[in-house]
Structure formats: C-alpha cells, structure tokens
Nanobody, 121 residues
Framework: QVQLVELGGGLVQAGGSLRLSCAAS????????MGWYRQAPGKQRELVAT???????NDADSVKGRFTISRDNARNTVYLQMNSLKPEDTAVYYC???????????????WGKGTLVTVSS
C-alpha cells in the first residue's frame, strides 16, 4: 500500500550533523501525520518528532533545539535535520506515516525499515 524509503543515516562524531529523509510512495490518498521514531539498543522505540499536514510539529524534549522536522507535501517526504548530535542519539531511526490509501480509507500507520545513526564520542 505505502512504501517508505529512508535515507541519510551513518556514522558521525559528537557535535556533528546528519539529515534524514523519508519518501512515501504507493497508492496514497492522503498523508496526515509524518514523523520519526528511534530505538536504541536495549531500549523501547521512542518518539523523536512528528509533523502534521499543516506543519504543526511535536518534538521530544531530548531533541528540542537540536533536531528539526520538516516535510514536503508535494513529494510526500519528511526530513529530520539533526544538529549537535550526541552519543546518546545513537539508534535506529524509523520513519512513520499516517495515511489513507485508495484501498484503505481509514488512516493507518506505516513504518520504514529504519536507518542506523551512530554518534561517536
């Protein structure tokens, strides 16, 4: 129904920056919320940031002032600009999209496969 392709993970030193992107494709009717979650080794998946179709954002306290989420509605793409990265930001980052499709008219959650971000000290 909906395919998500995440790009931009990698290895960076503490204090550095990375930009993640996630492009959604498929039989999409409408995307409402888009967001990023992360899961560090041995921990539960947690919210990083979300953004509505109108541009309202919600950021986790741990990333406020360092990470910025944005989206391009025309391209069905969400971005996460990560600055001042810390070793504790190391995790697999997952893209999440809430969307309706041509076959499923109720909003559903779709997840990407994840991209690894490693921040070295």
């Amino acid at each position: 129904q909906v395919q998500l392709v995440e790009l931009g993970g990698g290895l960076v030193q503490a204090g550095g920056s990375l930009r993640l992107s996630c492009a959604a494709s498929g039989s999409i009717r409408r995307i409402s919320a888009m967001g990023w979650y992360r899961q560090a080794p041995g921990k539960q998946r947690e919210l990083v940031a979300t953004i509505t179709s109108g541009g309202t954002t919600n950021d986790a306290d741990s990333v406020k002032g360092r990470f910025t989420i944005s989206r391009d509605n025309a391209r069905n793409t969400v971005y996460l600009q990560m600055n001042s990265l810390k070793p504790e930001d190391t995790a697999v980052y997952y893209c999440n999209v809430v969307a309706t499709t041509t076959l499923i008219l109720s909003p559903m959650d779709y997840w990407g496969k994840g991209t690894l971000v490693t921040v070295s000290s």
